[in-house]
T-cell receptor
């Protein structure tokens, strides 16, 4: 069964304290893996698409990486405005469905 | 930028009412989706449409129906609202033919009393 698991569920960081969020996935075939940021009361905002193992994408303080079994979202020197829930989703081959993890709630303290 | 617009940010309805949630996208995307999001359960797919007048049931279609009469518009209908349908409803769209990301609207927070 296709599955996505994110860890940790919640993470508190001091401003400037770098860390990583994990997204483990199990699919028979992967068309793409996606990272989203979601602020309270709003819809998810698209961040990155990763298609194959070894691929990396960067945007400001965020860097996403992909292996055959998991993806990491690295946050370098985070700021309070990076506080949000980060969602991971996979699009398996042979289906229209996207499978979402339950997210990591990130809180960055000033 | 892709824009997905949901007609209401907040709705309060009574049990038994028929409820319409509207979604419009402006990027000519073929695929449109309706999800609900609940704490601890993540995003769950209600319905999906890959073309005008075409629809597929998602994981939790019971109590819901959809309508797609025009490519840019996808409506979610709660035939007889119940309290367990209190949730955040999210509409999304995507391009059909490659592994493209979903683009989401800002959601409708529905409360059924």
């Amino acid at each position: 069964e296709d599955q996505v698991t994110q860890s940790p569920e919640a993470l508190r960081l001091q401003e400037g304290e770098s860390s990583s969020l994990n997204c483990s996935y199990t699919v028979s075939g992967l068309r793409g893996l996606f990272w989203y940021r979601q602020d309270p009361g709003k819809g998810p905002e698209f961040l990155f698409t990763l298609y194959s193992a070894g691929e990396e994408k960067e945007k400001e303080r965020l860097k996403a990486t992909l292996t055959k079994k998991e993806s990491f979202l690295h946050i370098t020197a985070p700021k309070p405005e990076d506080s949000a829930t980060y969602l991971c989703a996979v699009h398996p081959t042979g289906t229209y469905k996207y499978i979402f993890g339950t997210g990591t709630r990130l809180k960055v303290l000033a | 930028d892709v824009k997905v617009t949901q007609s209401s940010r907040y709705l309060v309805k009574r049990t038994g009412e028929k409820v319409f949630l509207e979604c419009v996208q402006d990027m000519d995307h073929e695929n449109m989706f309706w999800y609900r999001q609940d704490p601890g359960l993540g995003l769950r797919l209600i319905y999906f449409s890959y073309d005008v007048k075409m629809k597929e049931k998602g994981d939790i279609p019971e109590g819901y129906s959809v309508s797609r009469e025009k490519k840019e518009r996808f409506s979610l209908i709660l035939e007889s609202a119940s309290t367990n349908q209190t949730s955040m409803y999210l509409c999304a769209s995507s391009i059909r033919d490659r592994a493209s990301p979903l683009h989401f609207g800002n959601g409708t927070r529905l409360t059924v009393t």
